[in-house]
């Protein structure tokens, strides 16, 4: 069954050529638009846009690589079901993200257990090197490794904050409507608990923006 829907996807993928693809430079509202009326070229370039990033999301939910495949086939056959039928966002990225999750939660309940097992696993990893612009300043290998392990400290709730807002961009909003919080306060607080222990722990001042 998963064969065929991967065997979907890649004729989407072949009928369009490079040159048909959408402009990046597009915003998403127009996009998704484009999408909703049909347009493969469209669907292609979400697909294209955002397979990476979801991908790398979902491994950090659970790492199962072919729980998270299945799911992100499932997710994109889905949306090209019911495209006309689907309300408008001006972001892509995080409308995924929240299929993403529900369907992951899904799919792990039929694998293996219970959505608890899947919260409060320590499988939600993040890393940074000194290239990654999400540090306000130059700071040294030696640095990074303490950032990283003070990182591995934090609880799984804190790191996948740190990993919308810091990695994905995503507001105090979006990280609470993601993590179930009551609200984007909720969120902002979660934040800044995560950025105090990793303050605490590695003894810099400011380590992210």
Known sequence: MKSNQNSTISIYLQDVCPNNILKDDQNDLELWRAFKNGSNEAFLSIYKKYFKSLYSYGVRLKDNEDLVKDAIQDIFLELKKNSHGLSDTDCIKFYLFKCLKRKIFKKFKEWEGQREDLVMSESFSITFSHEQRIINKQINLEKVKLINKAIGKLSPR????????????????QVSELMDLCDSKSARDLIYKALKCLRDSVGL???FY
């Open 205 to 207: 001042q400011t380590v």
């Open 158 to 173: 804190k790191r996948e904050a740190v990993y919308y807002v810091f990695y994905e961009g995503m507001s105090y909003q």
